[in-house]
């Protein structure tokens, strides 16, 4: 979005020099091409949290794994020459993402252990990280609450799935938004999903409150635009996730038909008729 906004105020300026024809696009892609380089060239740091996934081994113990969309996002980033800081709950899986990405692009990344389950621990370690890692980028992304339409889940699961997916994501942006300020720079992108735009019978707690969030998150965005801040909602479709097949495989079961066919009559709702890949 900001560099559509560039884009066209770059194209209204040199309209407005009377430049038009070979002159005028050969000035614009000039410019924007050294725009695209400065801002691949900022020494940004980003945070991102990860969504995890619950898992048991053989002797019944649980353990928090980094999904594949978390992953993706923090190594697009760093790519593109950004310092990440990868958020989640389990330190073993953390420490072997953050390894694998620094393997990649020859930059030292971080991590920070947290869960999101429990906010005061979540708000105490997030505070004392963002008092010495200010972070430029800042990337929403908590695991969704549990999968059930609206007869099937109670006052307590919307209190936790309030607690999960807005009361943290409101404190670490607001903690983070301080530092963009001063900054005169920054970007916060919350990863959401489409069930903001069209509610999905079986996710009541995820369309309640993932609603609730996008509208916040609009009203920031009005409020801190005039500090070169940029608020936005990715609103994600149909991805080859773990998150996904969690909510595939329970729908199945509902539905009491194969994991297969639930996949399939997902893919006839996208337009180009496939599930997208996170990467």
């Known amino acids: 979005d900001s560099l559509t906004e560039l884009s066209e105020r770059l194209l209204e300026q040199l309209e407005s020099e009377s430049k038009d024809g070979w002159e005028l696009w050969g000035d614009y892609s000039r410019h924007l091409l050294g725009a695209l380089k400065w801002f691949r060239d900022l020494p940004v740091h980003v ?3 990860c969504l995890a996934k619950e898992e048991k081994d053989p002797n019944d113990v649980t353990h928090y794994w980094p999904l594949v969309k978390g992953n993706a996002v923090a190594k697009q980033l760093a790519l593109s020459g950004a310092k ?3 958020v989640a709950r389990n330190e073993k899986n953390l420490i072997r993402s953050v390894k694998e990405i620094s393997n990649i692009t020859n930059i030292k990344h971080d991590y920070l252990v947290v869960d999101y389950n429990d906010f005061e621990d979540y708000k105490l370690k997030i505070g004392n990280y963002l008092k010495t890692n200010p972070i430029d ?3 929403n992304n908590t695991q969704g609450p549990k999968a059930g339409d609206v007869e099937n889940v109670n006052i307590d699961d919307y209190q936790k799935s ?4 807005f009361k943290s994501v409101v404190y670490t942006t607001t903690l983070a938004v301080e530092h963009m300020k001063k900054n005169k720079w920054g970007r916060v992108i919350n990863m959401a999903s489409i069930s903001v735009k069209e509610p999905l019978n079986y996710l009541a707690l995820s369309n ?3 609603s609730a969030l996008t509208t916040w998150s609009k009203t920031l965005a ?3 635009g005039s500090h070169n801040i940029t608020v936005n909602n990715v609103l994600t479709g149909y991805f080859n996730t773990e998150r996904i097949k969690e909510l595939n495989l329970e729908k199945a079961k509902k539905m009491n ?5 639930v996949y399939q009559s997902m893919e006839q709702q996208v337009p180009i008729k496939r599930i997208g890949e996170p990467q």
């Open 47 to 49: 945070y991102v949290s």
């Open 84 to 86: 990440v800081t990868l």
């Open 137 to 139: 980028i800042l990337v």
């Open 162 to 165: 309030f607690d999960l997916l």
């Open 208 to 210: 309640s409150i993932r």
């Open 222 to 224: 009005n409020q801190i």
């Open 257 to 261: 038909v194969e994991l297969n066919e």
